[in-house]
């Protein structure tokens, strides 16, 4: 199944041990109440839904890291992977739990903010919260970091990535 981890730059830089082990276990995929929940839209479609949802808990896990600890930029990060992985729709429609860490040879790509992002980063990671209570200024700044559009990088470009930070 393909799946959708949310990440943070920091992570990226972690992926010398072979593996990818997401926080909680917890990725995103075009599940089927994915597809029941749109009434049109094909897979590429609704993946993209997919990767909306994990860069947004991409933000979430930004606004949990120690002010201060990373050395890295704020940016959202996506790790897109092909692993076994199970719906859990209690959750929300495009949310899975994996069976275990990804292995690095089953990364496909990874999708990261450009320098462009970087204060709408910073301001939605502090309103992520408020925003998923209902804050109206903070649902807009979270929607001002998703009009921009994450980048693309294969996985033996993501050194040269790191460096250029």
């Not at 072979?18 to 995929?29: C, I, L």
């Not at 040879?105 to 999708?111: M, R, T, W, Y």
């Amino acid at each position: 199944m393909r799946v959708y981890l949310p990440a943070t730059l920091a992570m990226i830089a972690d992926l010398s041990g072979g593996a990818f082990q997401p926080v909680g276990g917890t990725g995103f995929a075009v599940t089927p109440a994915l597809r029941e929940a749109y009434t049109s839209g094909d897979d590429e479609e609704l993946g993209e839904v997919a990767l909306r949802e994990a860069a947004r808990a991409s933000l979430r896990l930004l606004s949990a890291q120690e002010p201060g600890a990373a050395s890295l930029p704020s940016r959202r990060v996506v790790v897109v992977a092909d692993a076994e992985a199970s719906p859990r729709p209690d959750l929300d429609d495009a949310v899975v739990r994996l069976s275990g860490p990804v292995a690095v040879g089953d990364i496909v790509a990874v999708h990261v903010d450009g320098a462009a992002a970087q204060d709408a980063v910073v301001a939605a990671v502090a309103a992520v919260d408020a925003a998923d209570l209902g804050d109206e200024d903070a649902e807009l700044a979270v929607g001002d970091v998703e009009d921009h559009d994450l980048g693309w990088y294969a996985t033996q470009e993501l050194p040269f990535l790191l460096e250029l930070l």
